[in-house]
C-alpha cells in the first residue's frame, strides 16, 4: 500500500516532466526543420535566378542578332535600343523582370563577345592567302617581262 501511495505522488511529476521533455523534443525538432526550410529555399532562390540568368543572357543574344540584322543600316545607339526593345517584350513574355541598366549590360556583353569574332574574320577575309599573293607576284612579273620584251 505504502508504494502505491507513492506511484500515486509521484505520477503527477512524471507526467509534468514527460510533458517537458516532448514539448522540448518538439521544438528541437521543430527550429532543425526551419533551418532546413530555410536552406531549401535559399537553394531553390539561387537555382531560380541561375536559370533566369542564362534565359536572360538567351535573350540578350537573340536581342543582338535581331537588332543586327533587321536594321543593318542603322547606327549602334538604334540597334541598341531595337534590341533592348525586343528583349524587353520577350522577358516580359517569360515572366522576367529586369532592370534596364542589367539588361544593357547583357546585350553590351553578346556586343564585346561578338566584336573579336568579326574582326578576325574580316582580317582573314582581307588578307589574301600565301598562294593568292605568290600568284599575283608571278602575273606581275609576266607581265613586266612582256612589256620590256615588247
Known amino acids: 500500500m505504502q508504494t502505491q501511495t507513492i506511484i500515486e505522488n509521484v505520477q503527477p511529476y512524471v507526467s509534468t516532466i514527460a510533458t517537458a ?3 522540448v523534443l518538439t521544438t528541437i ?8 526550410k530555410v536552406k ?3 537553394w531553390l532562390d539561387a537555382r531560380t535566378t541561375a536559370a533566369q540568368r542564362e534565359v536572360i543572357h538567351k535573350i540578350a543574344g537573340e ?3 535581331f537588332a543586327q540584322t533587321a536594321f543593318k543600316q542603322a547606327g549602334g545607339e538604334r540597334k541598341l535600343q531595337e534590341a ?9 513574355e517569360q515572366g522576367i523582370t529586369v532592370s534596364v541598366v542589367e539588361l544593357r549590360a547583357a546585350i553590351e556583353k553578346v556586343y564585346l563577345e561578338y566584336k573579336p569574332k568579326t574582326k578576325t574574320v574580316l582580317t582573314t577575309e582581307t588578307q589574301p592567302s600565301e598562294e593568292a599573293r605568290q600568284a599575283a607576284v608571278k ?3 609576266s607581265g613586266l617581262a ?5
Open 63 to 65: 536581342a543582338f542578332a
Open 40 to 42: 531549401v529555399n535559399a
Open 84 to 92: 533592348l526593345q525586343y528583349a524587353t517584350l520577350r522577358l516580359t
Open 21 to 23: 521533455a516532448i514539448g
Open 146 to 150: 612582256a612589256k620590256l620584251g615588247a
Open 29 to 36: 525538432i521543430l527550429a532543425g526543420l526551419n533551418t532546413v
Open 139 to 141: 602575273e606581275a612579273v
